[in-house]
């Protein structure tokens, strides 16, 4: 009997898988799934494009899992890895990195934050949170660290309406503002946290462009990379909190850097993992920006894209370098002996800027033009330096102490044996040079015709001075007799008097 009664209830197990297998794969095919994995799995974009690779003579750069990914150098902004860098990409999380900087810049760390009912309340479910209460508050140190550490979202929210004067909105447009000043042209905000819209986005070059300002603040750095989030009970804040970095390059994480100097991570469904890390080495500071890969991916692609660019490249300094341009010559000089006095340039090469230089290329390889727009106070122009179309740097020529603006030009360099120092070259702006001596003689001209005018009016009318003080005189004597027969017509009496006489 119980054998029987098992035999037909595996019968009736098998008949009801055969039914329900069918109509779980029905109901899957029904939904879109998005698969992410780790590595080079499905979802992965190693087989695409990348753009760096292209340029003739560049250094051949690692296979990337990420969409969109970038490899930037720091000081210059210079780009020395680019896959899909212009793209459409949601940020997530990595938001936070902009919603720190902003809140660091404008607060004092002291400061005490409140936490309201829309800082808790708006939090979407299953978004992370440390479960702070309404009414609550935490001091802006706090919640910075529980943002980068643990990706806090009621944290963001609060320091936003502590920044924006109780507005969001007005925190967010700060955001945009900010962005925008950083260069990123396709990139908008629409929340501090990173929650999913279609209007909050932003690319991999542009999150590179406010990575660079971030990586700046040693403090948000090293709150992005702590292990562990702790923060203890206060009499605003009632509770013990210990959350860890889900991070995995922080120290001691599976994928620890040692060159490392901070990292964001960033997940939804609809942006993928995303990673935006900062390392430096050997005084060369380095950020990558991974959208849209896989979990363990993107900490794997980080770190193929440091090797890379560390391995690869080069800081020089571009005054030390740079033999087109001899400024020392210069048309403006000043000083107090020789012809023009001990001279000395009005113009010389800023020693403070860099420029990235391929291993695979040497100084003179570069390609550089002048440029006379967005200058600075200080600056005359700029020497931008780029090598098969990638900008990598530029320096700008400085004014001297007691100088006028001069315009230089650029001219091809001869090349020069490397055992003869090369030619050197110093140009004039031609148009404004020509307009100016136009105004000159111009004003010269019309001085010269006025007096020449006046020679010949001399001449013509040789006595026109005593001419016009005889008539001067009349005039002036004539208008005192009419006042004085006006005066004797208003006084009868005495008009009487002169008749009898």
Known sequence: MRTGTRKKSRKNIIKGR???????????MTFPMRVQGTGAEAGSYEGETVETNEIENWPKGPATSGR?????????????????????????????????????????????????ASSVYDVPPGVVNIAIGVGESMSVAECLQAVLIRGAAECSFALAEHVGGGSRDAFVAMMNSRAAALGCRETNFTNPVGLHSEDHYTTAYDMALIGRDFFENELLCKYSLQKTLHLFPTQTQGDEILE???????????????????????????????????????????????????????????????????????????????????????????GSTDIMGDSHSMLSLDKTDRVVLPLTASFPDLDSRITYENVSAGEAARIIYSYGGNYLGKCSILLGEASETYDFGIREEEPAPEETKGRTFVFINIVRVALVSLAIAGGIILLYWIRQWYKKYRK???NWRKQYRKERRRTVFSGWKIRKKNETKKRPGLQGKDRRK
């Open 460 to 462: 013509v009318h040789p």
């Open 18 to 28: 055969v039914f329900t297998l069918p109509l779980v794969l029905l109901i899957l």
């Open 68 to 116: 969109c990914v970038i490899l930037m150098e720091n000081s210059t902004g210079a780009v020395l890895y680019a896959k899909n860098i212009h793209e459409k990409a949601y940020p997530a999380a990595m938001t936070a990195v902009m919603t720190s900087m902003l809140a660091a810049e404008m607060c004092d760390l002291d400061d005490m934050v409140d936490f309201t």
């Open 244 to 334: 860890h970095n889900s991070s995995k390059m922080t120290p001691g994480g599976a994928y620890e850097y040692e060159y490392l100097i901070g990292a964001r991570t960033g997940y939804t469904d609809e942006a993928g993992y995303c990673l935006i890390a900062g390392a430096e080495k050997d005084g060369i500071r380095l950020v990558a920006v991974i959208m849209d890969a896989g979990s363990d991916s993107r900490y794997e692609d980080a770190i193929s894209l440091f090797n890379y660019g560390f391995s690869n490249f080069d800081l020089v300094s571009a005054s030390e370098n740079e033999k087109s341009y001899d400024l020392s010559l210069g048309v403006g000089s000043y």
